[in-house]
């Protein structure tokens, strides 16, 4: 330390604090929460809602209490689920808060005092010493050094050295030296706190496809149900028909229409998707993210941690004539101290273990060890004979004597620094000697994962483009993306801030160009471009370090998100730019991922429409995301594609069932009752194929299906023109019947109201298997046993037979009529395929459809 208890710090005194503590506030995030009475309230708010609390009043009304029951214990369901799901995205916040500091040692009134962290204000002087979490942002005013990890907020490979001027992160760990600092923001205004504040935005903003689907097909059939219940009670009115029994018939049609067990269905289909998902050890903390999953088109990917294991590794040494490259790691063990952790050497010390150096090590007795420091930039061990050194490789070349081509090693360490790597050079001397002796270069870098190759190669065979978004550097990133074949097109983040510095690039290589042909005329052209594009290198790292002019590069939002497109990543990216760079791509109409596992990457897990944190990730992104996988890797991520696409071929099938099935049964009843003036069938028969056409279609949850080869999202012309020719053709089928019924066959009007009942019933369950795969119905896969058979569509159709044969609460029908039934369906059945595929082959011949 300089100047440790410097004189001329005093610190705030307690009336400067109390002022600024009003101004500012407290050093916390604020919490805003919202009652528990108003979160339970919004549960039961909304179109879906008040679709089924209309159908829950309306049983009521008609003093149908087991169909009230059943509808309850749905609206229920479908509220207690939404709850949780919104408790986990709270949990973002909560985890995030947990994580700041409790407690900092601050200068107040002239005397060091443990304060708590949340009393922290601005222009406050604190002490930062090993092992402190940074309790606010700040500005380091004295000292010598210290040694920061950041990498939870920025995304940074390895700790960073900060000194005297520089601004070091609140949130951040102290993992060497000791400072003084002065608080720059406090609370929200903290780099930390916009990162809370980014995290609470995407939680607003937060909207699901799944759940904007769910509203579309519910106001599409509400709509079509109230404009078939005012024809009915329009023409019953006109005809002086009973009131009463009018307004029952058409309440108990009004709750048989309304689709009461679509979001239940539909959200258990993704309860079945997330429990094998589970097996596989990935959690899904967001039943709707698996839907979102299955639509997913690019992957946003950060690269600390998730592409790689987050762990230095040596590359290819570098050695010297006369040296191995074992010599070059030996003496870098001997130039280093175990038991410090130092993630720099950590590797060091893996590689002598794994090549049997390692116990050579014990043959020298360290006598002193001097630690690296951000001035001298190098470690010094001194043994009994031997002195050994490394540290930054230019400091450490200029100390050894020229035997060897010097430059020679200083093309390797630009070659390193090319692709990344952070580079020690190694030396050794006797003791007694003036200059050291070098031996080499030890390169080193954070690997990808052993399968993040593998899985960014399935991905993108299954229609998923990964792009990679990193707050590490543009040449770290570039050498990883190229590894993984990402791809190298990685852009810095100030491509899309409109501060580009590729003119300033260009203009270098002129200048210099000009400047040597001019004073050296003599000079190659080869040895002229290397000179130039040297300059060009230094210019363009040293802008990266610096703001440039605002404004000089302006972007249309069209543009911006054409370059996001076209990139293969972006590097040196803080949190807001990975939230800003998902929320463009959404606006392109893209259905984005985004995986992660530091504080920094928080906000766009959130924001993304499917966040996945990996395994070892920190509390808050794991809270974050809507899938947190358990097992170290990424392959999990293609299971859980695929899965999700299994279960969105599942959800698209029920759908188009469920609309076919209402337009079917309203229609047909419509038509029946203001053309021919005739009820099909009776309130009862209605109230009886409701449930057993809903609840045991539950099993379409465990139905299989096959996995497309590109991302599939919701398409409402899809699932209404299919669903509509299906409703149609069963509307042309009940009429057929009815006229064989009553013209042909001459059945009485009981017998007749029966015959429909079982008529809907069987052919009801005949059209799930003509909408579960968009093929012809015998085509693989075929239909799951728990779907074919058991408590699901078989099984109901049965005793849906039993019902009308034996006459249970309706007039019996007997086996041969029912018979006839059964014959008739499967006949239109048969039928209903034909017309299905007849529909897909139009419309995809006409590119209007994408099935």
């Given at each position: 330390m300089k100047n440790a208890e410097n004189q001329t710090l005093k610190g705030l005194s307690s009336s400067e604090?109390?002022?600024?503590?009003?101004?500012?506030?407290?050093?916390?995030?604020?919490?805003?929460?919202?009652?528990?009475?108003?979160?339970?309230?919004?549960?039961?708010?909304?179109?879906?809602?008040?679709?089924?609390?209309?159908?829950?009043?309306?049983?009521?009304?008609?003093?149908?209490?087991?169909?009230?029951?059943?509808?309850?214990?749905?609206?229920?369901?479908?509220?207690?689920?939404?709850?949780?799901?919104?408790?986990?995205?709270?949990?973002?916040?909560?985890?995030?808060?947990?994580?700041?500091?409790?407690?900092?040692?601050?200068?107040?009134?002239?005397?060091?005092?443990?304060?708590?962290?949340?009393?922290?204000?601005?222009?406050?002087?604190?002490?930062?010493?090993?092992?402190?979490?940074?309790?606010?942002?700040?500005?380091?005013?004295?000292g010598d050094f210290i040694l920061a990890d950041q990498s939870a907020l920025t995304g940074e490979s390895l700790p960073v050295t900060k000194k005297v001027g520089d601004e070091v992160y609140g949130n951040a760990i102290v993992k060497k030296g000791e400072m003084i600092a002065k608080v720059s923001k406090t609370g929200l205004d903290t780099y930390f706190g916009k990162t809370v504040k980014l995290v609470s935005k995407a939680q607003k903003e937060q909207k699901s496809h799944f759940q904007a689907m769910v509203i579309k097909v519910g106001n599409f059939l509400i709509l079509l149900t109230v404009l078939m219940i005012a024809i009915i009670i329009g023409f019953g009115l006109y005809r002086h028909e009973n009131i009463f029994d009018l307004l029952e018939f058409s309440l108990v049609l009004t709750v048989a229409a309304i689709p009461v067990a679509l979001p239940t269905v539909l959200t258990v289909t993704m309860a079945v998707g997330a429990i094998n998902l589970a097996r596989k050890k990935a959690i899904v903390s967001r039943l709707a993210a698996i839907e979102e999953l299955a639509g997913m088109d690019i992957l946003c990917s950060d690269k600390t941690g998730t592409l790689t294991k987050n762990e230095m590794t040596i590359s290819e040494p570098y050695s010297v004539d006369g040296f191995k490259n074992e010599d070059v790691l030996f003496y870098g063990g001997l130039a280093s101290k175990e038991e410090n952790q130092d993630p720099i050497e950590k590797p060091i010390f893996q590689y002598l273990k794994e090549h049997k150096l390692y116990d050579k090590l014990t043959d020298y007795k360290l006598k002193k060890f001097t630690p690296f420091d951000p001035v001298n930039k190098k470690t010094v061990s001194e043994y009994d004979k031997l002195v050994v050194t490394k540290g930054a490789p230019q400091v450490i070349i200029a100390e050894c004597k020229h035997d060897f081509d010097k430059k020679e090693a200083q093309n390797k360490v630009k070659e390193y620094a090319s692709k990344g790597f952070r580079t020690l050079g190694v030396a050794f001397k006797n003791v007694g000697d003036e200059r050291f002796r070098f031996v080499g270069l030890i390169p080193l870098y954070d690997p990808p994962r052993d399968d993040s190759k593998e899985t960014i190669e399935d991905l993108k065979a299954h229609g998923v483009s990964t792009k990679m978004v990193t707050g590490d550097?543009?040449?770290?990133?570039?050498?990883?993306?190229?590894?993984?074949?990402?791809?190298?097109?990685?852009?810095?983040?100030?491509?899309?801030?409109?501060?580009?510095?590729?003119?300033?690039?260009?203009?270098?290589?002129?200048?210099?160009?000009?400047?040597?042909?001019?004073?050296?005329?003599?000079?190659?052209?080869?040895?002229?471009?290397?000179?130039?594009?040297d300059v060009a290198y230094k210019v363009q790292k040293a802008l990266r370090e610096m703001p440039l002019p605002k404004g000089h590069v302006r972007k249309h939002e069209s543009e911006i998100i054409e370059l996001i497109e076209q990139a293969d990543g972006f590097a040196q990216v803080f949190p807001e730019d990975k939230?800003?760079?998902?929320?463009?791509?959404?606006?392109?109409?893209?259905?984005?991922?985004?995986?992660?596992?530091?504080?920094?990457?928080?906000?766009?897990?959130?924001?993304?429409?499917?966040?996945?944190?990996?395994?070892?990730?920190?509390?808050?992104?794991?809270?974050?995301?809507?899938?947190?996988?358990?097992?170290?890797?990424?392959?999990?991520?293609?299971?859980?594609?695929?899965?999700?696409?299994?279960?969105?071929?599942?959800?698209?099938?029920?759908?188009?069932?469920?609309?076919?099935?209402?337009?079917?049964?309203?229609?047909?009843?419509?038509?029946?009752?203001?053309?021919?003036?005739?009820?099909p069938v009776t309130a009862l028969m209605i109230i009886l194929l409701a449930l057993l056409n809903d609840i045991p279609i539950l099993t379409i949850a465990y139905d299989n299906t096959k996995v497309r080869k590109f991302p599939v999202r919701w398409d409402m012309k899809e699932?209404?023109?299919?669903?509509?020719?299906?409703?149609?053709?069963?509307?042309?089928?009940?009429?057929?019947?009815?006229?064989?019924?009553?013209?042909?066959?001459?059945?009485?009007?009981?017998?007749?109201?029966?015959?429909?009942?079982?008529?809907?019933?069987?052919?009801?369950?005949?059209?799930?298997?003509?909408?579960?795969?968009?093929?012809?119905?015998?085509?693989?896969?075929?239909?799951?046993?728990?779907?074919?058979?058991?408590?699901?569509?078989?099984?109901?159709?049965?005793?849906?037979?039993?019902?009308?044969?034996?006459?249970?609460?309706?007039?019996?029908?007997?086996?041969?009529?029912?018979?006839?039934?059964?014959?008739?369906?499967?006949?239109?059945?048969?039928?209903?395929d034909v017309v299905k595929m007849l529909v897909l082959r139009f419309y995809r011949k006409r590119g209007e459809l994408d099935i």
């Open positions: 604090v109390n002022k600024r503590i009003e101004k500012y506030g407290p050093n916390e995030i604020p919490e805003k929460e919202e009652t528990l009475i108003h979160r339970i309230f919004r549960r039961f708010w909304g179109p879906i809602p008040w679709m089924i609390e209309a159908a829950a009043i309306l049983s009521a009304a008609v003093k149908k209490w087991e169909d009230f029951s059943i509808i309850m214990v749905m609206l229920l369901v479908n509220a207690i689920l939404d709850f949780y799901q919104e408790s986990k995205a709270l949990n973002a916040i909560n985890a995030l808060k947990k994580s700041l500091a409790s407690k900092a040692l601050v200068l107040r009134d002239g005397k060091w005092q443990d304060v708590d962290a949340k009393e922290i204000v601005p222009d406050d002087i604190i002490k930062l010493k090993i092992g402190d979490i940074v309790p606010a942002d700040a500005k380091l005013i004295d550097n543009i040449e770290v990133a570039k050498y990883i993306a190229g590894i993984l074949a990402v791809g190298t097109n990685i852009k810095n983040i100030k491509n899309l801030k409109g501060q580009d510095n590729a003119e300033y690039k260009i203009l270098a290589e002129v200048i210099t160009e000009s400047l040597v042909k001019r004073f050296e005329p003599k000079v190659s052209d080869p040895e002229l471009k290397a000179f130039a594009n939230y800003y760079i998902v929320d463009k791509l959404q606006k392109g109409k893209h259905i984005v991922g985004m995986t992660g596992d530091g504080v920094n990457d928080a906000p766009a897990l959130k924001k993304a429409d499917c966040g996945i944190a990996v395994s070892g990730a920190t509390d808050a992104a794991r809270a974050a995301g809507d899938i947190i996988l358990m097992a170290p890797g990424l392959n999990v991520i293609n299971s859980a594609i695929k899965m999700a696409r299994i279960t969105f071929e599942r959800m698209k099938g029920y759908t188009i069932y469920r609309i076919a099935e209402t337009v079917r049964v309203i229609l047909f009843m419509t038509l029946a009752i203001v053309v021919f003036k005739f009820y699932v209404l023109v299919l669903s509509g020719w299906l409703g149609t053709a069963g509307v042309i089928s009940s009429f057929g019947l009815l006229f064989l019924a009553m013209d042909y066959w001459h059945l009485s009007t009981e017998m007749v109201q029966s015959l429909m009942f079982v008529k809907l019933i069987v052919a009801g369950h005949g059209t799930i298997y003509n909408t579960r795969i968009d093929e012809w119905f015998f085509k693989k896969p075929g239909p799951n046993i728990k779907l074919w058979t058991g408590t699901a569509s078989l099984a109901s159709a049965i005793l849906g037979t039993l019902i009308g044969v034996y006459g249970i609460l309706v007039t019996p029908i007997g086996w041969k009529w029912g018979a006839i039934v059964w014959g008739y369906a499967f006949f239109w059945f048969l039928f209903n």
